[in-house]
């Protein structure tokens, strides 16, 4: 049987930028150390790898360090985010289990949204546009 290759076991798809590429032998190397350690199937590591560099390549901005020392903390941080979900053996709880009165209303929480919108500019692009009211007819 021949070894498989790299390309076979990591495939690289076209979209992914340049810039990317030169992170892509730490990307390897980290998805197959974090497979083996938590037992998680490769591929799936291989796409939350890939899902990080893509991250990375659109959120790094130029000036407090190198694309490269950027990506390779995303890789990490996104491959332990993944790989400690199946691992953490605690169930996941739901917001049926939470007590109603702890949980504000839909408006409350809507109102507190464009408050906060109205008070920081920077913030407008997350708080919901405002719903245009018709005169009934």
């Avoid at 690289?12 to 810039?19: E, F, M, T």
């Avoid at 906060?116 to 692009?125: G, Q």
């Amino acid at each position: 049987m021949a070894p498989r290759r790299a390309v076979d076991v990591f495939p690289v798809p076209a979209y992914l930028p340049d810039a990317t590429r030169a992170v892509l032998p730490f990307a390897r190397r980290y998805c197959a150390r974090a497979a083996r350690s938590y037992g998680v199937p490769l591929a799936d590591c291989w796409d939350e790898a890939l899902t990080a560099l893509l991250r990375a390549s659109l959120h790094f901005r130029p000036g407090a360090g190198t694309f490269h020392a950027y990506a390779r903390t995303a890789i990490v941080r996104g491959l332990w985010r993944y790989c400690r979900r199946p691992v953490s053996g605690r169930p996941a709880l739901g917001l049926d289990a939470v007590p109603p009165a702890t949980l504000p209303d839909v408006e409350t929480l809507l109102i507190a949204f464009e408050a906060a919108a109205i008070l920081t500019p920077t913030a407008a692009h997350t708080a919901t546009p405002p719903v245009a009211h018709r005169a009934p007819r």
